[in-house]
């Protein structure tokens, strides 16, 4: 379920494996699961780490599309990892 997907995706967002948290997301979407705000956060704080900034900037867009509010401490990190 969304829940148990989510403690997957904090733990590779705490190892910054952005792909994986990639993976992940398509992997719950198979299952026709809908990612909520905490795993888009969880996954774009992932990609902005890892400075996988046109991922990161995507999954934002995925959110505005969904229409889930994107927090501003997630925007500032995806600024962040567009100009390192």
């Known amino acids: ?9 904090g733990a590779c967002e ?11 997301l398509g992997e719950m979407r198979s299952y026709r699961l809908q990612p909520n705000v905490i795993a888009y956060n969880t996954s774009i ?13 995507a999954l934002v ?10 927090d501003p401490g997630v925007r500032n990190l995806v600024v962040t990892a567009c100009v390192n």
């Open 45 to 57: 704080s992932a990609c902005a780490k890892s400075r996988a900034w046109t991922q990161a900037l």
């Open 14 to 24: 705490a190892g910054s494996r952005w792909l994986e948290v990639l993976d992940l």
């Open 1 to 9: 379920d969304v829940v148990a997907f989510g403690a997957s995706l």
């Open 61 to 70: 867009a995925e959110m505005e599309q969904g229409q889930l509010p994107v």
